[in-house]
């Protein structure tokens, strides 16, 4: 298969013309990658993680560009043109939303605040308004607000989905493509790698922060989230 791109924490290889495989990585980075470990068994709990909720978000009626899991480390995907866009939606103050507006960590906010990233790891993505976007021909003014209705809805249903297994879900990122039927899809990955997930009744972080800020074991905190997910 043609390899198409590598990042961070996963793999990207063509399988034909419409379909890609992805592969998860071991690899943990933070802070722009000047931190960063291999640990054993990320990837696998990334990949399930990450099926199960595209399967959810699919069975919503939220396009997607997932089709299916095809091994511990591998899935089955649509090929997507993604837009060089982070799409950030918050529920609960925390990381660089307290450092920049001075917010208390674990502030519930009123309501979703939605928020756009400039995706350039040389400028270290940026936090972009509207106009930003359009003046770099990142979006059209369509796809936007096809954009941002679709993560407000994801955010319904992964909020209340994560509820019903103890789990806070703190914020989330999501990335977008034009899928082949040039319809605008969800793509890359839901994981503890993109989702800040706390446990409801003790605030205990389970994601990613516990590697960013050496807060304890980072495959504890993801099996435990893989293990409520499936009814474990």
Request: charged share 35%; aromatic share 8%; with cysteine.
């Amino acid at each position: 298969m043609k390899l198409l791109y590598e990042g961070k924490a996963k793999i990207v290889y063509e399988l034909d013309e419409n379909r890609c495989i992805i592969y998860f990585k071991d690899t943990a980075t933070a802070f722009d990658a000047t931190k960063k470990a291999e640990i054993q068994g990320k990837g696998t709990v990334n990949n399930a993680l990450s099926s199960i909720l595209f399967a959810l978000l699919e069975d919503s009626g939220i396009k997607t560009h997932f089709i299916k899991k095809l091994s511990d480390r591998e899935m089955l995907v649509w090929k997507a043109r993604r837009f060089d866009v982070e799409v950030v939606v918050r529920n609960v103050a925390a990381g660089s939303l307290c450092r920049r507006l001075g917010l208390d960590e674990g502030k519930r906010l009123k309501r979703p605040l939605l928020e756009l990233f400039y995706k350039n790891d040389k400028l270290h993505d940026p936090l972009i308004c509207r106009e930003h976007l359009f003046l770099l021909g990142l979006m059209k003014d369509s796809e936007l607000k096809e954009v941002r209705r679709i993560a407000l809805r994801v955010n319904s249903i992964l909020k209340n989905f994560f509820e019903d297994h103890g789990l806070l879900l703190v914020d989330f990122k999501l990335e977008f493509g034009l899928l082949p039927d040039r319809s605008v899809g969800v793509i890359d990955e839901i994981s503890p790698d993109t989702c800040r997930l706390w446990d409801m009744k003790t605030g205990e972080k389970l994601d990613k922060d516990r590697f960013r800020f050496d807060l304890g074991d980072l495959m504890e905190g993801y099996r435990r989230i893989l293990q409520r997910v499936q009814g474990g």
